[in-house]
Each structure stands twice: as C-alpha cells, then as structure tokens.
C-alpha cells in the first residue's frame, strides 16, 4: 500500500517543486524591478533538483556573534564602586576585639628628647652618651639597638637643609645658627 500511496503523491510533489521552483525565480524578478537592491538569493536544490532543508538563521537571536547596536569600540574600566558586595568577609567570625595593651603615653618624640639633651650639653655628645641620656629621660624604645635609631635620626638630620645638628668628630651637638 505504500508503494501505491508513493506513486500517488510523486507527480504532487514534482509539481510542487516546479512551483517552488517558478516562485522563487518570481522573487528574484520582483526585487529587481523594484530597484530598491535587494537581491533575494534562490533556493538551493538538494538531490533530484529538490529545495535544500531551509538552514536556521541566528542573525538577531543572540546565539551568535556580537549583538545588534554594538560596535567594535573597547569597553570602559569597570569600577570596583559599588560591586555590590556587603557584610562580612569569607572565613571571618564573631570573635571579640582583643582588649588594647595600657602603656603610658610618650612625653615627646625621639628628636624633641634629642634637643633637650643637646641643649644642656654645649660642648656636643658622643652617640653612646647620648642614647645612655635619652634613656635616662624616660624614653621607651622597642627596638633591640636604640643606638642604631638614635644614629638614623641624627643623620638625617644632620644632612637636612639648615644643619639643625652638626657632627664634629665623634660628637654630636646642636647648630647655634640654625635654632
């Protein structure tokens, strides 16, 4: 029975695809009369002169390429401002903030104890003497060698503009034109 239903439908479907056939080449010639270019291209023929599966267009779906609008432009830096990101960060926990040590607050800085000492002592100071001095003042320091501190602070200023320290030799002492 299908092989006579199959003998039924062939001159049906031959003469549907001369139709096809005739319409697409009517396409053609309506867009070239109507001279506005567009050229509508003909269908391509499979085997036995049969119109090909119709292919997917992905123009205008997204699935392809770069959307309609864009342009080949290069994007902005991005700003890290308000990425949206709140709260806590990863791995942290509702521990409480560790109490802060009591030490007792400085009376001045290294260069103010510096200039108090040099001031009493005219003649100048050796570096040993004078960090044995500052100490005396009740100067806290952390560091293992204070003398190395104290000889850092007194080059710099040394070699600042105005000399507000001068070195002679082995001994430091304070410049009478720059205070």
Same mark, same amino acid.
Do not use: C
């Given at each position: 029975?299908?092989?006579?239903? *199959?003998?039924?439908? =062939? %001159? ?17 010639? @309506? ?5 506005? !270019?567009?050229?509508? *291209? =003909? %269908? ?20 392809? !390429? ?12 991005? $700003? ?5 990101? =709140? ?15 009591? =030490?007792? %607050? ?27 001095? @500052? @100490? &005396?003042?009740?100067?806290? $320091?952390? $560091? ?7 000889? &850092?602070?007194? &080059? ?9 320290? /001068? ?9 009478? /034109?720059?205070?």
């Amino acid at each position: 029975m299908s092989t006579q239903v *199959a003998g039924e439908l =062939r %001159p049906i479907l031959d003469e549907l695809e001369e139709n096809e056939a005739r319409h697409a080449e009517l396409l053609v010639q @309506i867009a070239e009369l109507s001279g506005n !270019g567009a050229v509508v *291209a =003909r %269908p391509k023929t499979g085997k036995r002169g049969r119109p090909a599966k119709a292919e997917k267009s992905t123009k205008g779906t997204g699935k392809r !390429g770069r959307p309609k609008g864009s342009t080949n432009k290069p994007k902005a830096e991005k $700003s890290t401002k308000g990425t949206g990101k =709140r709260g806590r960060p990863k791995g942290s926990t509702n521990k409480p903030k560790a109490e802060k040590s009591e =030490r007792a %607050p400085r009376e001045g800085s290294l260069w103010s104890r510096v200039q108090k000492v040099l001031k009493t002592h005219k003649t100048g100071m050796t570096l040993e003497k004078l960090a044995a001095a @500052i @100490i &005396q003042t009740g100067y806290v $320091s952390k $560091s293992a060698d204070f003398g190395q501190v104290l000889y &850092q602070t007194l &080059q710099k200023k040394v070699n600042e503009p105005g000399n507000p320290v /001068v070195k002679e030799e082995d001994k430091y002492r304070l410049n009478e /034109v720059a205070a």
